[in-house]
């Protein structure tokens, strides 16, 4: 059997002040054309499908065309589940009807690891689908007090779904948690704070396949796997290769995973440098995270580099380059020690004579007007 793995979407994400839509739009055009040409039996999303738990309207209407051209013109069998940024109950609206359609939502936490059953030439495989849920959620829907972090929550779910699986029946588990071992990125909204939100990987190592979302990097730990995000949603993602992944399980339930890599409308980069060298960049689209290598901060930095760059998102100078730790002592300085302790701390050197001048220039003027004021 062939399916597609993939998770964290975040339909509607803004990135910085950009808005984001057209850009999903691009990159689902393109999983949409993976999943025609490779004959795919099941398209997995394992979470974080929107952004925020109430979605914008255009993100809506992304997932509705995405998944309605899926399910309907190819005849694929789409499984989702909620992530930690979806609304679980909105996202599950009219799972009951969309089963008919061969979409598959799982929304709200239920007492038992719901699943689906697919057949190819060998048989028959499940794949259970684990949505998140906080501890206190499972508690309640358990009945069991002993649930006390995602841990346990994930020992007392998957251990009952073991019990009632079939002998030799293959199966693949979708599931939305930070498994322990896993790179993280700064887009990642934490679950717990501390390590309160992990669980070890270990739990996954009796299915065929773990198609695992919420770690923005794709990655192996141990048995389980990371699509990562659909775009880089960060500077610290700015060296990731974003992906899929197409899966090919044998009759013994072997599985052999390729990497599908997936190409941005626009990149996200991290780009260093002086000031006045980055000016004489040509004019570039992507999203563009500056570090200035400059000794002093240069004044209206952002709205300059902009000219260059209109999908600027972020500046920043090395701590060191400028001496943002250093304190400076005010306390017993003349009115002309403050103006050059000021000037230096912004460009670096001291000032002029000239610069003097037309500061005391301006500090005559501004007596005199209080003066005329009196």
């Not at 709200?108 to 259970?128: K, N, Q």
């Not at 990149?267 to 004489?280: A, N």
């Amino acid at each position: 059997m062939r399916f597609i793995h993939t998770s964290d979407w975040h339909l509607g994400r803004l990135l910085e002040q950009h808005h984001l839509i057209d850009d999903q739009a691009h990159v689902l055009d393109q999983l949409f054309l993976l999943a025609k040409d490779s004959e795919c039996t099941a398209f997995l999303i394992s979470g974080d499908i929107y952004d925020r738990g109430v979605p914008s309207p255009e993100a809506v209407e992304l997932l509705s065309d995405f998944v309605s051209r899926l399910a309907l013109d190819l005849g694929i069998t789409v499984i989702m589940i909620a992530g930690n940024h979806d609304s679980r109950e909105r996202l599950g609206f009219g799972a009951p009807l969309l089963r008919r359609a061969n979409v598959h939502v799982f929304g709200p936490p239920i007492s038992a690891v719901p699943f689906v059953d697919l057949e190819d030439a060998h048989g028959h495989v499940r794949f259970y689908a684990l949505p998140y849920a906080e501890p206190v959620e499972w508690r309640e829907v358990l009945k069991d007090e002993s649930v006390r972090d995602h841990q346990s929550g994930f020992i007392r779910l998957l251990g009952s779904a073991s019990i009632g699986h079939p002998k030799a029946l293959r199966s693949v588990l979708l599931a939305h948690c930070f498994a322990r071992g896993g790179q993280v990125s700064e887009s990642e909204r934490p679950l717990v704070v501390g390590g309160g939100g992990q669980v070890d990987a270990a739990l996954f190592d009796s299915y065929n396949y773990t198609a695992l979302g919420h770690l923005h990097r794709p990655q192996r730990v141990k048995s389980a796997w990371y699509s990562g995000s659909l775009l880089k949603y960060s500077k610290s993602e700015a060296d990731h290769q974003k992906s899929v992944f197409i899966i090919d399980m044998d009759a013994a339930g072997a599985c052999s995973v390729e990497p599908v890599s997936i190409v941005p409308r626009r990149d996200l980069r991290v780009v260093e440098g002086l000031f006045d060298e980055l000016l004489k960049n040509d004019l570039s689209e992507d999203y563009i995270h500056i570090v200035l290598l400059d000794k002093a901060r240069v004044m209206l930095a952002a709205e300059r580099l902009r000219t260059v760059f209109p999908n600027f998102i972020g500046l920043e100078y090395p701590e060191e380059s400028v001496g943002v730790s250093r304190a400076v002592t005010l306390s017993g300085l003349t009115e002309d020690q403050l103006f050059e302790a000021f000037y230096k701390e912004v460009l670096g050197e001291a000032p002029e004579p000239a610069h003097l001048e037309v500061y005391h220039e301006a500090v005559k003027t501004v007596r005199g007007e209080e003066q005329k004021g009196q």
